[in-house]
T-cell receptor, first 114, second 114 residues
């Protein structure tokens, strides 16, 4: 069973600071990595994806991928109260039958303190 | 309607009832998914349909029975459920293509089994 591990939190960050969310995965052959945001009572929505080692920036969000160490992280700069949510890490890997499988972590609950 | 819709949004049923959850996607995607989300657990993939053929079921109990009559509609038929089946059931769709698999989620059905 492929695993995706996240610290469940809660992670509390002051407004305006940088929030750092981490995720590790077990399958070295994993290809694609996603960060979903889920507000309480809502369904997950994709905010970032990354394929290649290094950093990928999109507005206040930066995804970082290190395949050698098998971790992916999400940085949120200038944190806002509206960033308070659960952040789900998801990893695509290929099954023995050649199917793409998307496995989610348990999510990290982030609270931005005004 | 746009995106992924699910009905009903809330469902309360007894252990002897039979009910069905419905999902419809308006995105022209070629794959649809059922997930179960319980408190403090990762999103659990239940079923995947790709090009209307079921390709994965992850050993889900037979009291859950999926049906995918066409690429836009997905059902989850429920019968003789247990209280531990109470959870949020999420439907998602995606256009699967070479490692990129952004899944768009519906709002979910909150199921309570008495």
């Amino acid at each position: 069973q492929k695993e995706v591990e996240q610290n469940s939190g809660p992670l509390s960050v002051p407004e305006g600071a940088i929030a750092s969310l981490n995720c590790t995965y077990s399958d070295r052959g994993s290809q694609s990595f996603f960060w979903y945001r889920q507000y309480s009572g809502k369904s997950p929505e994709l905010i970032m994806f990354i394929y290649s080692n290094g950093d990928k920036e999109d507005g206040r969000f930066t995804a970082q991928l290190n395949k050698a160490s098998q971790y992916v992280s999400l940085l949120i700069r200038d944190s806002q109260p509206s960033d308070s949510a659960t952040y789900l890490c998801a990893v695509i890997w290929i099954s023995n039958f050649g199917n793409e499988k998307l496995t989610f972590g348990t999510g990290t609950r982030l609270t931005i303190i005004p | 309607e746009t995106g992924v819709t699910q009905t009903p949004r809330h469902l309360v049923m007894g252990m002897t009832n039979k009910k069905s959850l419905k999902c419809e996607q308006h995105l022209g995607h070629n794959a649809m998914y059922w997930y179960k989300q319980s408190a403090k657990k990762p999103l659990e993939l239940m079923f995947v349909y790709s090009l209307e053929e079921r390709v994965e079921n992850n050993s889900v109990p037979s009291r859950f029975s999926p049906e995918c009559p066409n690429s836009s509609h997905l059902f989850l038929h429920l019968h003789t459920l247990q209280p531990e089946d109470s959870a949020l059931y999420l439907c998602a769709s995606s256009q699967v293509s070479g490692g990129y698999n952004e899944q768009f989620f519906g709002p979910g059905t909150r199921l309570t089994v008495l």
